[in-house]
């Protein structure tokens, strides 16, 4: 279930996103899951500024846990069937929020969203030098991804929030891989496979035109 207690592994997170893309190229929602719960987890040690944005993404992985776990769960091992099976049977709400509020297209799109965040925010604690802050890495790395669909209220909470991030070396700590030069090198071989799922999702997305689900 989302939000279980347990130290955050970066190796953990790394290991789900490098299972998630299958020999054909679909992203498997089970791994998805199990990467998102990793990173859920680290929100949680961050404290409870953060609380507003922990809910929200529990919140949206227990929606996909329903999902996979539920009546029609075959159609739900992958976005590709997610997909086609909530388009084939007119479970999205494609104009306006309405009989299919929480469908597993549009409650994706929203992790799929901040996963870009992530791409930006991880590559920019692997490239930043020893005395960044953490903070400006990630108000930058929002402001050039999730910013764009947030309103203003949950732009300024975000923002704040931000501000109260350690160091970038207390974060390559609590990675839990090692030293910062061992944590920077796992940054690098796990970006790769986040972004494979991210490019995916995103040409799946925009050929079913779903990219701007309300
Ligand atoms: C050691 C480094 C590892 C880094 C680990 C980072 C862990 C981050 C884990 C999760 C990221 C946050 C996921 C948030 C999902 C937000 C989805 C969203 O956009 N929801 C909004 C729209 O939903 P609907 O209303 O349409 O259903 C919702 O309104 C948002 C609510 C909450 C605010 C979201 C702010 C997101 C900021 C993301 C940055 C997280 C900062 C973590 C700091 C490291």
Not at 182 to 192: F, I, Q, R
């Amino acid at each position: 279930m989302a939000g279980a207690a347990g130290a955050f592994s970066l190796r953990e997170v790394l290991a789900a996103f490098q299972t998630c893309v299958s020999e054909r190229r679909e992203v498997l929602l089970g791994p998805y899951l199990s990467g998102w719960r990793g990173l859920i987890r680290f929100l949680h040690s961050l404290g409870t500024i953060f609380s507003f944005i922990t809910k929200d993404a529990v919140a949206k992985v227990q929606i996909m846990e329903g999902y996979s776990g539920g009546e029609q769960r075959e159609r739900y091992t992958s976005l590709q069937s997610m997909v086609e099976y909530e388009l084939a049977n007119r479970l999205v709400d494609v104009q306006k929020r309405g009989g299919h509020p929480e469908s597993g297209c549009r409650t994706v799109l929203r992790l799929h969203r901040a996963l870009r965040w992530l791409q930006l925010f991880l590559e920019g604690l692997r490239t930043a030098g020893e005395d960044a802050r953490t903070s400006t890495i990630c108000t930058d790395s929002y402001n050039a991804s999730l910013a764009a669909y947030h309103p203003w209220v949950i732009r300024k909470a975000a923002t704040v929030a931000f501000c109260t991030l350690p160091s970038r070396n207390a974060f390559l700590e609590v990675m839990n891989v090692g030293t910062a030069e061992e944590a920077v090198a796992m940054l690098g071989e796990a970006l790769p496979h986040i972004s494979d799922v991210y490019d995916i999702t995103q040409e799946l997305f925009a050929q079913h035109d779903l990219l701007n689900l309300p």
